[in-house]
């Protein structure tokens, strides 16, 4: 995808704060240090749309990202190594759970995980909580430059079996520093933004 316009359009904390252009939404998800704004910043070709921090946990809203006056990038609070208050923590899923539960124009979510280490606890527990709420899941492994390109392989198979990927989840291994994968994240992008997502409740969910 050639992206002509890019810019940070809305910041949010709750619904009546979302876009109201019916517009396809994409969620970036990942680790507090994982490299989302690197990610966004690449993504957008942009230097510094996206402001990065040596400080993890900085992004504290939902930040909507209009591409090509087409769909938007949301960017959420990133998980794990954020220093904050466990009551300020708590706030930001309550924001997250809102949002990806209810926002009819989310259409999946991009989870985005160091290639070089195995999937975290908290990874991990993103990834099922996801699948549970049958949230379509772009699997993107960052970092790639950072390892030998022949031990991509290995490291997609560790981070496949730690999740407990789905098979229609692929992993696409990309580099914030090179935009090796870039074409193909976009590309994944582009099909479920086109796609009608249904978010249905389990039996559990109803009874509880």
């Known amino acids: 995808m050639k992206v002509t316009?890019?810019?940070?359009?809305?910041?949010?904390?709750?619904?009546?704060?979302?876009?109201?252009?019916?517009?396809?939404?994409?969620?970036?998800?990942?680790?507090?240090?994982?490299?989302?704004?690197?990610?966004?910043?690449?993504?957008?070709?942009?230097?510094?749309?996206?402001?990065?921090?040596?400080?993890?946990?900085?992004?504290?809203?939902?930040?909507?990202?209009?591409?090509?006056?087409?769909?938007?990038?949301?960017d959420v609070p990133g998980y794990g190594f954020a220093k904050v208050p466990k009551k300020e923590k708590d706030a930001w899923g309550r924001m997250i759970e809102t949002y990806i539960q209810q926002r009819e124009q989310l259409k999946a979510v991009v989870q985005i995980i160091d290639i070089r280490h195995e999937p975290s606890k908290d990874d991990q527990d993103m990834y099922t909580?996801?699948?549970?709420?049958?949230?379509?899941?772009?699997?993107?492994?960052?970092?790639?430059?950072?390892?030998?390109?022949?031990?991509?392989?290995?490291?997609?198979?560790?981070?496949?079996?730690?999740?407990?990927?789905?098979?229609?989840?692929?992993?696409?291994?990309?580099?914030?520093?090179?935009?090796y994968g870039k074409d193909q994240v976009w590309g994944a992008i582009l099909d479920y933004s086109k796609r009608k997502v249904e978010l249905e409740v389990s039996p559990i969910d109803e009874e509880s």
């Not at 979302?18 to 507090?32: T, W």
């Not at 490299?35 to 993504?43: D, E, H, L, P, T």
Request: with cysteine; proline share 7%; charged share 25%.
């Open 5 to 74: 316009k890019a810019e940070l359009a809305t910041v949010g904390v709750k619904p009546e704060q979302y876009p109201k252009l019916f517009l396809p939404e994409i969620a970036l998800s990942g680790r507090s240090n994982v490299g989302k704004s690197s990610f966004i910043n690449k993504m957008l070709n942009r230097k510094s749309l996206a402001r990065t921090s040596q400080r993890p946990g900085k992004t504290q809203t939902l930040n909507f990202y209009l591409v090509n006056e087409q769909l938007f990038l949301v």
């Open 129 to 179: 909580w996801l699948k549970h709420f049958q949230i379509p899941v772009i699997l993107v492994a960052t970092k790639c430059d950072k390892i030998p390109k022949g031990k991509w392989d290995k490291h997609k198979k560790i981070i496949s079996n730690v999740l407990g990927k789905h098979p229609d989840d692929p992993i696409h291994v990309f580099s914030s520093e090179t935009g």
